[in-house]
């Protein structure tokens, strides 16, 4: 059963670089997916933030897209997210999940991880 | 991008039917039938119960259904069940390509 894992620093200082990473096992990276990361600031909706093919395709959402990088690294069966420039705004609940490019959809998702932005 | 829009709250009586609507615009929900929802109860991480405007996934409730009229979709939760109580979001492929969230819907089951 494939199961993803979010890891990183919970709390990250303003105008600094948010990064985290999510871990697939149960499964390989380097399939017909897209692996994908989403947000949820606290008692806020959900926001798509990006993703990216296991052979380095990637998409980004519009407002975000000059802070973003999205990467993959599929030695270690791992994608990675970079998030510059940040500030208390980008407080949320981070998820990664496989986005099923065919049907558009995500149907695995990680537990979350909270990064704070604050001093 | 905008977020879909979702009415905030709705509520109903255990038995009851319940829908919850989800409007976008001609290059999102009205351009393709690539609509899922998902169920999200506190603390945890979101579930799919619709995929392509009105496909279930194995394993979720046949009261759950979807469907799509032009730049609306609608989830239908038919027989409610205390444990549907969770918030909802719709989301749909945009042609930037992207995808995009709606705002969210809190189920109360009375």
């Known amino acids: 059963q494939l199961q993803l894992q979010e890891s990183g620093p919970g709390l990250v200082k303003p105008s600094e670089t948010l990064s985290l990473t999510c871990a697939v096992s149960?499964?390989?990276?380097?399939?017909?997916?897209?692996w994908d990361w989403i947000r949820q600031p606290p008692g806020k909706e959900l926001e798509w933030i990006g993703n990216?093919?296991?052979?380095?395709?990637?998409n980004y959402n519009p407002s975000l897209k000059s802070r973003v990088t999205i990467s993959v690294d599929t030695s270690q069966n791992q994608f990675s997210l970079r998030l510059g420039s940040v500030t208390a705004a980008d407080t949320a609940v981070y998820y990664c999940?496989?986005?099923?490019?065919?049907?558009?959809?995500?149907?695995?998702w990680g537990q979350g991880t909270l990064v704070t932005v604050s001093s | 991008q905008s977020a879909l829009t979702q009415p905030a709250s709705v509520s109903g009586s255990p038995g009851q039917s319940i829908t919850i609507s989800c409007t976008g615009t001609?290059?999102?929900?009205?351009?393709?039938?690539?609509v899922s929802w998902y169920q999200q109860h506190p603390g945890k991480a979101p579930k799919l119960i619709i995929y392509?405007?009105?496909n279930r996934p194995s394993g979720v409730s046949n009261r759950f259904s979807g469907s799509k009229s032009g730049n609306t979709a609608s989830l239908t939760i038919s027989d409610l069940q205390a444990e549907d109580e969770a918030a909802y979001y719709c989301?749909?492929?945009?042609?930037?390509?992207?995808?995009?969230f709606g705002g969210g819907t809190k189920l109360t089951v009375l």
């Open positions: 001609s290059s999102d929900i009205g351009g393709y039938n690539y």
């Open positions: 999940a496989r986005h099923v490019a065919s049907n558009s959809l995500f149907d695995v």
């Open positions: 989301s749909s492929f945009t042609s930037s390509p992207s995808w995009v």
């Open positions: 392509d405007v009105s």
């Open positions: 149960g499964g390989s990276i380097s399939s017909n997916y897209y």
């Open positions: 990216i093919y296991y052979s380095g395709g990637t």
